[in-house]
C-alpha cells in the first residue's frame, strides 16, 4: 500500500471503531439512559461523526460531480442513498436509519480502497516488467567508466554491460564472455551463453562476465524500448467486453436511480403504504445501483490477464486481442523458423558435369551475403571461406524466390524454380527430399544445393494442445517444395497445407480461410514476421515468434512470442480462455446478486444492510477473482 492507501485505510478503522462504539452505545440502552426522550438526536449526531469521517471526501466529490452537472457516478449515488438514510429522523412513524446510513458509506469507502490497492497490485505485475527498464549504459572514456544515459549512446559505440548490470541497447558482444539471464523477457530460465560475435538483447541481466557490446540500435529503437512502448500501450485497445460493460454501465446505473425514485414516489401517492416505507426502498435501490463491481472487475481481469501473459514472454498488444485469441478455431502457421528450427543443413551439394563443388557453395553463400533470410544465414554457416563484401554489388532479394547479387561483374542466382523459370534459367530436378537452391552464373546452371530444416522439439506438441484446447483447424503454408511440406505437415499432425506459396499467395490463402470461418471462430496466424509482415496484419490476430529481434514482427503483430517456442501459442490460447472465463463468471456474478437484491428490495425483503453488503461483497468477491487472472503457468 503507499502513504496515500494507508492513511484512507487508518481513517476508515478510525471509523468503524466509534461506529461500533455508538452502536454498542446504543444497543445496550446507554444513549437511552443518558439522553433520554432526546436519544434519536443524539444517536443522529453521534452517527454523524464517523459518517463524515469516512466519508467526507465522497461528499465533497459528489458536490464537485454535481456542480459540473455529472450526476450518477458512485459519490453521488452514495451520497444520497446515505443522506436519505439519515434524513429518515424527519418520519416519526419508522424506524430511524442513521445507523444504516453510517454503515453504508463505511463499507463503500472499504471497498473503494481495495479497488485501489488491487489496480495498485495489477499495475506493479506489469511494472515489474518495467523493471527492465535501464536507466544508464556504461561508457568507456579515457580509460575510464562512466555512466551516461542510454538516449546518448550512438549506433556503434561500444558499452560495456558489468555483471549483474541489465543490458541496455541491442548490440553485437565484442569482447568477453558470460552468461545472460533473459527471463524478464522471455520467461525461460536457463541462462543464454554469449561470446564475442553473439548479439546480445536489451533487457538481459548479465550474469557472470563482464561484456563489451558494440550497439547496433539507437535506445529508442532496441529491444526494452519496443516492449515497453507496447506494454504501455496495451491498456487503450479495449475488448468488446469491456466497452459493452461500460456502456451497460452508462444505462444501467440511471434505468436504477429512476426506479428508485419511482419506488420511493409512486407506492405512496397510490396509497399503498407510509411514504417512509417506501422511500426507504428507493433508498436501498440507490445503493445496488451502483455498478463499481462489473465497472472494475472487468478492465482488471483483461489487465490481469495481460500482466500474466508478460511475464511469460507473451505480449499481447490490447485487452481486444486477448478476447479475440479466445475465440480462435483456426491457427494459420508459416513453415520456416515458426515450425521449423530455421537453420538448415547442408544435405546434399549437386554440381554440373566440370564445377567445382566448393565454387557451387562460395558463389551461393557470396549472392546470400547480404540477406537475413534462414537459408541465406544456414548457407553462410555453412560456406566455410570468408566473404569478401567488397566484391559484392546490386544484392537484391525476391521474396518467395531468391536472391541475385554481382560478384566480381559476374550475375549470380539463387533460388527455387520460380526464380529460375523467372530468369528463363534451365536448372535440374532433384530426387531428394528438401528445400532446393538452384544457382546460376550469367545465365549458365552451375548446379543445386539441398538443404534441410527439422521442425521444432515442441511443435508437434503444440499441434495436439491447441487440437485440445478447441481449434478446430491447424493449417501450414509455406513457400518451399511441397514434398518438404508434406513431410512436415504428416510429422506434426497438421491438419491442412499449402505449399510453393510466394508471399502474398499466402496473404490470399488466409483471406480465403477467413471466408471459410462459421459464427464466432476466429482465425490466428503465426509467423516469424520474416516476409510476412502482411499476413500478421491481416488475420484476425497477427502472432509473431522469435521476436526478440525482428522489427517488422513487433510492429505488424497482434501478439508477440519473445521466445521462437511454438508451446507458447497454447500457452497464450490458454490464458485468454481463462480471462475470458473469470470475465464472465464476474459479469454473470454481480448482475445476479445485484438482481436478487433489486427485486428483495422492491418488495420490502432487502434492507439497507443486505444491499450494502451485497454491493460490497460482490465488488470485492469480483475483485478478487479478477486477481486470478495474474496468476499463470507455463507448461
Ligand atoms: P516459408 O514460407 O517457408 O517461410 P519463404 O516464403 O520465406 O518460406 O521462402 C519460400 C522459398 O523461396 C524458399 O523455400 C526458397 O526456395 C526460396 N527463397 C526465399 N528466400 C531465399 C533466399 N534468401 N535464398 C534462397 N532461396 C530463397
Ligand atoms: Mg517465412
Request: aromatic share 6%; charged share 20%; with cysteine.
Amino acid at each position: 500500500m503507499n502513504k496515500k492507501q494507508i492513511r484512507w485505510r487508518n481513517r476508515i478503522i478510525l471509523a468503524i471503531a466509534i461506529f461500533a462504539v455508538i452502536m454498542a452505545a446504543e444497543k445496550l440502552g446507554a444513549l437511552d439512559a443518558i439522553f433520554g426522550p432526546y436519544e434519536v438526536y443524539a444517536a443522529f449526531v453521534l452517527y454523524l461523526i464517523p459518517f463524515l469521517i469516512a466519508g467526507h471526501d465522497v461528499l465533497k466529490k459528489a458536490w464537485h460531480n454535481i456542480r459540473r452537472g455529472d450526476a450518477f457516478d458512485e459519490a453521488f449515488l452514495m451520497t444520497v442513498a446515505t443522506i436519505g438514510a439519515f434524513a429518515t429522523i424527519l418520519f416519526p412513524d419508522t424506524e430511524p436509519q442513521m445507523a444504516e446510513g453510517c454503515a453504508v458509506m463505511l463499507f463503500y469507502q472499504v471497498g473503494e480502497l481495495f479497488q485501489s490497492y488491487a489496480v495498485g497490485q495489477s499495475r506493479k505485475s506489469i511494472s515489474s516488467l518495467m523493471d527492465i527498464a535501464p536507466d544508464y549504459a556504461n561508457i568507456e572514456r579515457d580509460g575510464k567508466l562512466v555512466e551516461v544515459d542510454p538516449d546518448e549512446v550512438q549506433v556503434g559505440d561500444v558499452i560495456v554491460v558489468k555483471p549483474g548490470e541489465r543490458v541496455p541497447i541491442d548490440g553485437v558482444v565484442v569482447e568477453g564472455v558470460s552468461q545472460l539471464d533473459t527471463a524478464a523477457l522471455t520467461g525461460e530460465s536457463v541462462p543464454r551463453h554469449v561470446e564475442a560475435g553473439a548479439g546480445v538483447i536489451s533487457g538481459c541481466i548479465n550474469m557472470t562476465g563482464m561484456l563489451h557490446v558494440q550497439t547496433t540500435k539507437p535506445f529508442g529503437e532496441s529491444t526494452v524500448s519496443r516492449i515497453l512502448e507496447l506494454v504501455e500501450n496495451a491498456s487503450e485497445k479495449k475488448a468488446k467486453t469491456e466497452n459493452f460493460i461500460t456502456r451497460f454501465a452508462r444505462v444501467y446505473t440511471p434505468v436504477v436511480v429512476f426506479a428508485a425514485l419511482a419506488l420511493a414516489i409512486i407506492p405512496p401517492l397510490a396509497g399503498m403504504g407510509p411514504w417512509s416505507d417506501w422511500v426507504l426502498r428507493g433508498l436501498t435501490f440507490l445503493v445496488v445501483s451502483c455498478p463499481c463491481a462489473l465497472v472494475i472487475s472487468v478492465p482488471l481481469s483483461f489487465f490481469g490477464g495481460i500482466g500474466g501473459a508478460s511475464k511469460l514472454g507473451i505480449l499481447v498488444k490490447g485487452s481486444n486481442y486477448l478476447e479475440l485469441l479466445s475465440k480462435v478455431d483456426t491457427v494459420v502457421f508459416d513453415k520456416t523458423g515458426t515450425l521449423t528450427n530455421g537453420t538448415f543443413n547442408v544435405v546434399a551439394v549437386h554440381p554440373e558435369e566440370g564445377v567445382d563443388p566448393d565454387r557451387l557453395l562460395a558463389s551461393a553463400a557470396y549472392a546470400e551475403a547480404f540477406s537475413d533470410h534462414p537459408i541465406a544465414v544456414s548457407i553462410k554457416q555453412a560456406y566455410s571461406g570468408d566473404i569478401d563484401q567488397k566484391r559484392i554489388r546490386d544484392a537484391h532479394e525476391e521474396s518467395g524466390h531468391g536472391v541475385s547479387a554481382h560478384v566480381d561483374e559476374h550475375l549470380i542466382l539463387v533460388g527455387n524454380d520460380k526464380l529460375m523459370a523467372e530468369h528463363g534459367a534451365r536448372w535440374n530436378e532433384c530426387e531428394l527430399t528438401g528445400t532446393i537452391l538452384h544457382v546460376t552464373v550469367d545465365g549458365h546452371y552451375i548446379g543445386h544445393i539441398v538443404i534441410a530444416d527439422v521442425v521444432k522439439d515442441d511443435a508437434a506438441q503444440t499441434i495436439r494442445d491447441l487440437h485440445a484446447a478447441g481449434v478446430k483447424k491447424c493449417v501450414m503454408l509455406t513457400g518451399d517444395r511441397r514434398d518438404v511440406a508434406k513431410a512436415v505437415a504428416d510429422e506434426l499432425g497438421i491438419d491442412e497445407f499449402q505449399a510453393q506459396l510466394l508471399p502474398e499467395d499466402k496473404v490470399n490463402a488466409v483471406e480465403q480461410l477467413l471466408a471459410r470461418e462459421q459464427g464466432d471462430g476466429k482465425l490466428a496466424f503465426v509467423g516469424d514476421g520474416i516476409n510476412d509482415a502482411p499476413v500478421l496484419m491481416r488475420a484476425d490476430v497477427g502472432i509473431a515468434m522469435g521476436a526478440m529481434g525482428s522489427d517488422a514482427a513487433i510492429e505488424a503483430a497482434d501478439v508477440v512470442l519473445m521466445d521462437d517456442k511454438p508451446s507458447n501459442i497454447a500457452c497464450a490460447m490458454r490464458i485468454s480462455r481463462k480471462t475470458m472465463r473469470i470475465v464472465w463468471q464476474n459479469i454473470v456474478f454481480a448482475l445476479g446478486v445485484k438482481i436478487a437484491i433489486l427485486i428483495l428490495a422492491a418488495v420490502g425483503i432487502a434492507n439497507m444492510w443486505l444491499a450494502v453488503f451485497g454491493d460490497v461483497g460482490v465488488a470485492i468477491i469480483a475483485i478478487l477473482n479478477a486477481m486470478r487472472c495474474m496468476k499463470v503457468e507455463q507448461r
